[in-house]
Structure formats: C-alpha cells, structure tokens
C-alpha cells in the first residue's frame, strides 16, 4: 500500500485544513462536487456520496529537446516531462480524496494549460469529485491495489452503469509520447509534388509514436491488475514545439470484475407525461 501524505505531496495547509473540517464523518461536513444533477443522483444511486471536489496542479517547466532533422525519433525528454507532470498532478488529486477519507474519484479531468510566465511553462490540472461508498464490494475495498483512492474519468451515468454491470472502476491510466517526425528531403518532396502518393516515412512515424502511448497505458493498467482499460481516448497535442513535433496522449478507465455475472437489465422505454 502506498501511503498518501498531503503535506508531502504539495497541498498548501489552508487547503488542507478545509479538507478535515468536510472530511466524511466531521459535524456539519458541505459536500462541493462538479457532477450535474443527474450524475449526482445516479451516483448516490450506485452507492456513493460525493464528500467534496478534489484537485491537483503542477506548473512545470518543460524542457527543450532537439530532433534530428531527417529521422524519426521519440523526445524522450519531453515524454517524460509530460508524464511527470500529469503524475504530480493526480497524486495531489489522489491525496486529497484520502484526506477526506474517500473511496475515490469519479468525473476526473485531466487538463494542460499553457501560461504566458515564461517560455515552455504549462500547468497540469487535475480535478474530479471525492466519493465515499455506502458499502465494501466483496473484495473487501473500493481502493486500488496500491490502497489509494479509485479514479475514473466515466460520467455519472456511466459509473452507475459499470457498476450496475458488476465492474468497478480502478484508476486513471495514460501513456503518453512527445515525438519527431522527420523532415522531408527537398528532392522527395519535389517529386511527389502534384502526385497521390502515400509518404512511408511519416506514415511509420504516425505508427510508431501512436503504438508507444498505448503501450506505455496499457502497463500501467498490468500493473493496476486490471481486466481491461473502457472509455479509452488517444490524443493528440501539439503544444508549442513546433511542426514536426507532436504529442500523443492515450488515457482511460482501468476496471477490475465485482463479479462473473455482468448481465445489465435492458433497457426500458419511457414516455414522459408533460408536453
């Protein structure tokens, strides 16, 4: 298990301090969440109570990394930038849920945001709302198997129908890769002027920067031990370095089974009264 220590992660102590007083169980706890009605409503109706909106921020320098002109290359050093930041972000997130003694956290959104302090300065935002469950599922916690507070990006709607399916939610997984792609020689590019033709070396690029975002998300989910990865998204950012070098950014829900049944009950028609 992996403790979460507020205070080491960055939290300021004033917000620390809002978050014991809402903190579940505390005297005249307010909830604040970012869920509509309706997914607040299906919430409480697969089980949970929202206990306060939660949030993480990371304003991060990013580094400059070179490609070379004529090959295609992952920035390693960006990739990894992109990466930390984004885990600086939800760990602080993930901190904050645990000390409002939540279960986890549902509706994450995962934001980059560039700002206008300094050259390649950017600020990771993660938010979501802190759920607590009425109670354990079978396998004893609603925690992931680091014993930090589930995260999921699913609406409401959609946490109460994986729930409802007999799946639960595990954490937010993403993968992400800052690559290069190379430039075209002038003499290539001079004769395939006026011409369909498919371009090989970008097309490979495309391929292989793509595969390693996934690749680097679905480890995370092994190493989650989930079944499987839903609601799953690949982006793709440009930020600001220039054309011929682009992120792309794989991301989704890890779920883990409640249960060997996952029948969901159809669906059934409702015909409202009012005009």
Request: hydrophobic share 45%.
């Amino acid at each position: 298990m992996t403790e979460l220590d507020p205070a080491q992660a960055g939290i300021p102590a004033g917000e620390l301090a809002r978050l014991r007083d809402n903190r579940a169980g505390a005297p005249g706890a307010v909830f604040t969440s970012d869920l509509s009605v309706s997914e607040f409503l299906l919430v409480r109706e697969a089980g949970f109570r929202p206990l306060g909106f939660v949030l993480g921020t990371s304003v991060y320098h990013v580094g400059f990394q070179v490609g070379k002109w004529r090959q295609n290359m992952e920035l390693d050093v960006l990739s990894q930038a992109m990466y930390h930041a984004r885990d600086l972000a939800m760990t602080r997130m993930e901190a904050e849920a645990d000390a409002l003694g939540a279960d986890g956290i549902v509706g994450v959104r995962l934001d980059v945001r560039l700002r206008e302090w300094g050259q390649h300065i950017a600020e990771f935002v993660a938010v979501g709302t802190a759920v607590l469950g009425d109670a354990p599922p079978s396998s004893g916690t609603w925690r992931d198997n680091r014993g930090r507070p589930f995260t999921s990006d699913l609406s409401g709607q959609e946490f109460w129908t994986l729930l409802q399916a007999g799946y639960a939610p595990l954490s937010l997984v993403m993968g992400t890769c800052v690559y290069h792609i190379a430039h075209q020689g002038m003499m290539k590019a001079m004769g395939t002027a006026g011409q369909n033709v498919e371009l090989p070396q970008y097309t490979q690029a495309m391929y292989d920067a793509r595969e390693l975002a996934m690749g680097r998300m679905q480890a995370e989910a092994h190493a989650r031990e989930a079944e499987g990865v839903v609601a799953f998204r690949l982006n793709e950012h440009s930020h600001a370095w220039g054309q011929h070098a682009t992120e792309f950014f794989a991301i989704g829900t890890a779920v883990r089974p409640l249960r060997d049944d996952h029948v969901v009950p159809p669906p059934s028609m409702v015909v409202p009264l009012s005009g």
